[in-house]
């Protein structure tokens, strides 16, 4: 396995200061007035190191305006977004982005195997069009050896500082955002961990605003795992850069660059003598500038952004590289009781042009409404337009109704030039109610059909089914009987229709969580221990169709999961092991999940 840079920085580090060390002189073989001066030195330099102390914690007071969020501007009705803020990403049961949408009803995660292998979230049996992305305001393409479904595993968790879930009946959009740092002390965090198959991951951050307006951020993050007999070893590379000017809340610039290396290797089955998995050895590098004005810093008044991007994929079978290019520009007008935003894009590739716009209105606190609009020009003369609509109301007593549409024409691949429109109409009717002691969330969506594509990760899955009408219930509630004890679950069941492929018809994803603060022996709040143990249990189904377009059978099962994690102050230790029971199988038909694979870190955050 490869030494990875974060590595050889701190080893280069240790170095230096080892050397300054050895080159001072033994304070016993000086002359004792020698010894006098360095005493003094040494009195003077302590008393430097507490007035830089003290200036850190008056710097830590000192915000300093940062770029805002781009798109985010939207009225939605209470129930319609699901917002992952950096805490929760810290504190959530996930290695990786795919594993924060398993909470969220209706996703099934499709995986390669363990940790490190790809994970693809799949909502609602509407395959690998059934997510899309957005980094920084950004769509993300896939390119490279699947230009079908981009892989957000690939992901590292410590540079994203909120990711942003929106869904309507059988499509959801993922907004992901990186830290935006806004305090004139300079932060720095540190990650290692180890586990089973020799994983190693090493992460490294900094991050760094000046008065002048001036910010500069960077993380590299190192991931290798080893292979098992029948291959199947991953190694990712991430490094990420972002530089900013951001003089008043009202105006700022930003430009950042993210890369990363991935290296997946072959994966055989023996027992039949097939692939499961080609593997994949490239790099992808999104580069990325964006100017935002904002009327007034509040949040309210009216805002501009402009965006340019481009990606590309380079690999032995594609030296040149392949990059797409990405041009937008983002209005948007708020008040206290409705919201305007507007986007335009142009792209180099597959879709040159596309367009959206939302509007919401809550005209009292118990009523909120909000409609959209999407239109795509693609290659090959080939046209996507489609339009949502969301409506919630507040009842009395933490009771709440809601529902939501969308329906039109839309091209799911447009790498695929042989693809044509597909129209879809779906409704969704959701009720809730929420207190301190539980809150539950049930929807009934209906869906009129659709033609899922299959994940070209999995060699095994030629292709799934077309999905037939079918209705869906899905349900999240968390039962909360004393504060520091928590029990959650995530379900769903297609109701009628033919079975879909991809997904089970029952899944659900439950958790039971004892997290304490032990007030009475730590009032400081400082101390925080999380027991968590995690249930995901499916019933048999389809997993999708091989090359002749007989059906691939997916077994049943059931998995337990167990979590540790400490915390003191900024520090997290964490200890975590999947697949208690051993069981041999995966969410994939012919793709198991580790035995009682284990992993366990730490992760501290500090202010230099």
């Known amino acids: 396995m490869r030494v990875p840079v974060v590595a050889w920085v701190i080893g280069v580090a240790l170095l230096c200061h080892a050397q300054r060390l050895v080159a001072q002189d033994p304070v016993l073989n000086r002359p004792l007035d020698s010894v006098r001066v360095d005493t003094s030195h040494v009195r003077r330099d302590t008393l430097s190191t507490t007035d830089r102390l ?71 049996a509407h395959g690998a069009a059934s997510v899309t992305y957005e980094l920084d305001g950004v769509p993300q393409i896939a390119v490279g050896p699947d230009s079908l479904a981009w892989d957000p595993s690939t992901i590292p968790l410590g540079i994203l500082d909120s990711v942003d879930v929106t869904t309507t009946p059988g499509s959801m959009r993922v907004r992901l955002f990186t830290r935006a740092y806004d305090r004139q002390a300079p932060r720095t965090k540190v990650g290692v961990a180890q586990g089973d198959r020799g994983i190693a991951r090493y992460f490294a951050s900094f991050e760094r605003r000046y008065s002048s307006g001036i910010g500069f951020s960077a993380a590299a993050d ?5 292979s098992l007999p029948t291959g199947g070893a991953n190694t990712i ?39 499961l998995f080609a ?47 990405q041009f937008g ?31 919401g209105w809550s005209p009292s606190r118990l009523i909120t409404g909000s409609v959209e609009g999407d239109a795509q020009h693609h290659s090959a003369a080939r046209n996507s337009h489609w339009a949502a609509a969301r409506v919630g109301i507040q009842l009395p007593l933490g009771f709440s109704v809601g529902a939501n549409y ?36 049930a929807g009934y969506a209906h869906d009129a059909g659709w033609r899922p594509e299959s994940f070209s990760e999995f060699a095994v899955i030629n292709a799934y089914a077309p999905l037939a009408q079918t209705d869906w219930i899905t349900v999240h509630a968390r039962l909360t009987p004393i504060n520091w004890f928590t029990l959650e ?96 199988l995966g969410t994939v038909p012919g793709y198991p999940i580790q035995s009682g694979g284990t992993t366990f870190g730490i992760r501290w955050e500090f202010s230099n």
């Open 54 to 124: 003290l200036k850190v914690q008056k710097d830590l007071l000192i915000r300093r305006a940062a770029l805002p969020r781009s798109g985010t501007d939207e009225v939605q009705p209470a129930g319609s977004r699901t917002v992952f803020t950096r805490d929760s990403i810290d504190w959530a049961t996930a290695q990786s982005v795919p594993e924060l949408l398993a909470r969220i009803p209706g996703v099934y995660l499709d995986r390669a195997g363990w940790i490190g292998s790809a994970v693809l979230p799949n909502y609602m």
């Open 222 to 226: 190192y991931f290798g795992v080893n």
């Open 237 to 275: 590379g991430s490094g990420w850069v972002q530089f900013g000017y951001v003089p008043t809340p009202h105006f700022g610039i930003q430009g950042q660059v993210i890369t990363q290396s991935i290296d997946r290797g072959l994966l055989l089955n023996t027992d039949k003598s097939d692939t």
């Open 279 to 325: 593997g994949v050895t490239g790099s992808r590098t999104d580069a990325s500038m964006r100017a935002a004005w904002r009327q007034r810093d509040d949040g309210l008044g009216a805002g501009i952004d402009l965006l340019a991007s481009h990606t590309e994929w380079s690999s032995d079978s594609a030296p040149g590289g392949e990059g797409i290019g």
């Open 329 to 359: 520009a983002v209005a948007s007008l708020r008040a206290p009781t409705w919201s305007a935003v507007g986007s335009g894009w142009y792209t180099t590739r597959w879709t040159p042009l596309s367009g959206r716009m939302e509007i």
């Open 406 to 441: 969308s329906g039109g024409s839309r091209v799911q691949s447009p790498s695929i030039a042989t693809q044509r429109p597909f129209n879809f109409v779906d409704a969704q009717a959701t009720a809730g109610f929420n207190s301190k002691l539980l809150a539950i969330d």
């Open 489 to 584: 679950t995530a379900y769903q069941n297609p109701l009628h229709g033919i079975l879909p492929d991809g997904v089970p018809p029952q899944h659900g994803l439950t958790t039971a969580t004892i997290r304490s603060r032990f007030l009475r022996n730590f009032p400081s709040g400082i101390f925080q221990l999380k027991l968590q143990g995690v249930m995901e249990t499916w019933s048999p189904g389809i997993g999708g169709r091989d090359a002749t377009g007989a059906a691939i059978p997916l077994p049943g099962a059931t998995f337990f999961r167990t979590v540790i994690q400490l915390q003191l102050g900024p520090f997290i230790a964490y200890y975590d092991r999947v697949n208690l029971q051993a069981v041999r």
